[in-house]
């Protein structure tokens, strides 16, 4: 054996050695949408992630990211990949619910923890709910609930309403209409992926309404604020986090100025942990953090926590580490209820323009402490 | 519901209408002269769009990135049509749509790594902000102003093609192509120019749309989507037929949207009415193609009698 070859057998030897002599990382597969059109509320979701592993400086967590391209069958193919091949013990990452539909139930099955940083889909959150599945985001009727709630307080009594025909969009008009308590001046369903509003806002000029409710997320809320700030209709806009998040507001540009979007987080939320955050972001990756950011930092944060306390391979011990919840979330007070959803606040957020860049500031809170209606149905205490 | 209403949604089918023209132009003339399928004619949409907003950020001027679009569209068209369809005239259909779609991928992705993942600010151009009062209705500076731009564009494409020696040849092409190339037309530079002048109007339409929509990767889509179902109407190859076609499928598909809503709200409850009204609305325009189908199978302008 020559010296070079010695030294090589040596040297990965030792490496061995030390490998084991620490804790083996656990493997994080995390799932997400970073092409096509929904990339960037997967760019963000996954930069959010990484960022909170980078801040904490640990390595008990081995991150393996994979792009499910906004396809449910694709997603479901990584997700058994990466438990089949990768040995992933946790899963993460999703955006869409449609995705977390196709991917949760079969994940969790196979006890493996999945935390969902984004998508609430109700299926999950009343009957469906399991002990293996987290959500560290919302469920999502609750964002358009508070959305209804604070057009109460802003005293608005005939809304038009608007989503686009797909269940996400039916659970918003549903959960918007839940606590809005004054009359509808129209209700309209346009089609997923519309870009061309027109037609809908010459029905929102002659319907006689005081406000209008949207949920219009990405390329389309963009496309419909455009056209509402040439239109010459002027009434006020309140809608989810979704249509006026970080991600989406410098391509809507002045026209979201003013409109009120409902959140359980936002940039300028004042605590240790928010702070930390929003400036660790903006030098990692040289722009605002967007809402999904924010969740996917919590999200790992939560498996760091858990992790900290209980030891993965005692699964009981470590589900009980994770609804525990104890860590710093950067949305402040963080908790889950019995389904395994957070009971959280939610905050009415005006969009603003600070130094020239569109971002959003709290303006009232809608809800304090708010769980979802759902959670009702679901088995587990 | 009042004539304003219905005047105003009349005026949004016409400029959606037109906008589909430019888009369905391109794509008609392509297939009609090199019988080849174009999928990615929606990237070059999306090309336009993007150089468009690059390049109105840069300057501050829309007029320049319009101008930046259309030159950026029309040199990936040419590009394209030299490096990789020039080898596919000859195959047959499924392996145009294949290479096609690969190039879909390849263009969606390039823009990302190019522009990044979320999507770009196109502002109007401040000349065309507002509104201005028809009388009947307000109406948007903006949208009167892209239903004239696409009037005057097709206006220049039938001078383009009735009155010049391009046009002939164009015509020619879609007629005879062994006949034209014995004649001594360069028919290879011919296929190049006819495929940029197309990408050229696709990026010409995802500009000036882009000024109201949504900058971002796999706009182009759903648009080609449409423009497929226009020039299937029209007849394929005939710039007549697309402008006919784009007109019924903008127009049918802006009152459908808010017509059957309302019409089902008659006898239906609101909510309910409002989700079966979106549903059949968005299947309408594939109803009519289906008519049109049964009715004349080449199309309303057949090129090939």
Not at chain 2, 226 to 231: K, N, R
Not at chain 2, 238 to 247: C, D, N, Q, W
Not at chain 2, 283 to 301: H, Q
Request: hydrophobic letters at 50%; a negative charge.
């Amino acid at each position: 054996m020559t010296l070079h070859k010695t030294l090589l057998a040596g040297a990965s030897a030792l490496a061995l050695s030390t490998g084991a002599a620490m804790a083996d990382p656990v493997t994080v597969g995390l799932i997400t949408t970073l092409s096509g059109g929904g990339a960037g509320l997967g760019v963000d979701i996954r930069d959010g992630f990484q960022l909170a592993l980078d801040m904490a400086g640990t390595d008990a967590i081995h991150l393996v990211v994979e792009d499910d391209g906004q396809r449910p069958e694709a997603a479901v193919q990584i997700a058994d990949r990466m438990i089949q091949s990768e040995g992933a013990q946790i899963l993460t990452g999703i955006v869409w619910s449609n995705l977390a539909m196709a991917v949760v139930p079969a994940v969790t099955a196979q006890d493996v923890i999945y935390i969902s940083p984004n998508a609430g889909p109700s299926a999950l959150a009343g009957a469906g709910c399991t002990p293996n599945y987290f959500n560290a985001a919302y469920q999502n009727d609750t964002m358009h609930e508070a959305a209804g709630e604070y057009a109460n307080t802003l005293g608005y009594q005939n809304a038009f309403i608007m989503a686009p025909n797909y269940p996400a969009g039916v659970d918003a008009l549903t959960g918007f209409k839940r606590f809005f308590q004054g009359e509808l001046a129209g209700e309209v369903y346009t089609q997923l992926g519309q870009t061309d509003f027109a037609a809908e806002i010459a029905q929102i000029r002659a319907s006689g309404a005081d406000s209008i409710f949207i949920f219009e997320p990405g390329g389309m809320g963009i496309s419909f604020m455009r056209q509402y700030a040439q239109s010459g209709v002027d009434l006020p806009i309140i809608s989810a986090a979704f249509t006026f998040s970080q991600d989406v507001l410098p391509a809507v540009g002045d026209a979201a100025l003013g409109v009120i979007n409902t959140a359980e987080w936002s940039p300028d939320m004042d605590n240790e942990a928010n702070t930390a955050f929003v400036a660790g972001f903006q030098e990692a990756y040289d722009r605002l953090p967007s809402v999904y950011a924010a969740q996917a930092f919590d999200t790992a944060n939560l498996i760091l926590s858990a992790l900290n306390a209980a030891d993965i391979s005692d699964l009981d011990a470590f589900r009980a580490a994770l609804r525990a919840a104890d860590f710093d979330a950067v949305r402040g007070e963080f908790a889950f209820g019995n389904n395994q959803h957070p009971i959280q606040n939610y905050y009415a957020r005006e969009v603003v323009s600070v130094d020239g860049v569109l971002t959003n500031r709290i303006v009232g809170t809608a809800f304090e402490n708010h769980q979802d209606v759902y959670a009702a149905d679901c088995g587990m205490e | 519901m009042t004539a304003a209403l219905l005047f105003e949604q009349f005026l949004n089918g016409l400029q959606f209408g037109l906008m589909l023209f430019l888009m369905s132009a391109g794509l008609t003339l392509v297939f009609g002269v090199m019988g080849l399928i174009n999928l990615a004619h929606g990237s070059l949409f999306m090309i336009g769009a993007f150089f468009c907003a690059a390049a109105a950020g840069l300057t501050g001027n829309f007029w320049l990135g319009l101008a930046a679009g259309m030159a950026a569209a029309a040199a990936a068209g040419a590009l394209i049509e030299m490096t990789v369809l020039r080898r596919l005239y000859s195959r047959d259909h499924l392996d145009q749509v294949l290479a096609t779609y690969a190039l879909i991928l390849i263009l969606s992705e390039g823009t990302k790594i190019l522009f990044g993942p979320f999507p770009l600010y196109l502002d109007v151009p401040p000349l065309l902000t507002g509104t201005v009062n028809l009388g009947l209705t307000e109406y948007p500076l903006y949208r009167l102003a892209l239903i004239g731009f696409g009037l005057l564009v097709a206006v220049g494409l039938w001078f383009l093609i009735a009155r010049t020696r391009l046009g002939v040849r164009i015509r020619a092409g879609e007629n005879d192509r062994e006949m034209i190339a014995a004649l001594g037309v360069n028919i290879r530079a011919l296929y190049t120019v006819v495929f940029a002048l197309g990408a050229g109007l696709a990026g010409m339409a995802g500009a000036l749309v882009g000024a109201v929509q949504s900058v971002q990767v796999g706009m182009g889509e759903p648009v080609l989507i449409l423009a497929f179902v226009v020039i299937v109407i029209g007849g394929i190859g005939s710039i007549r037929g697309a402008m006919v076609g784009a007109l019924m499928v903008g127009i049918i598909d802006t009152m459908g949207r808010f017509l059957l809503p309302r019409i089902f709200a008659t006898f239906m409850e609101v909510n309910q009415a409002s989700g079966v009204g979106a549903a059949l609305a968005s299947m309408l325009i594939y109803l009519l193609m289906a008519l049109v189908l049964v009715i004349k199978p080449k199309g309303l302008f057949p090129i090939h009698g």
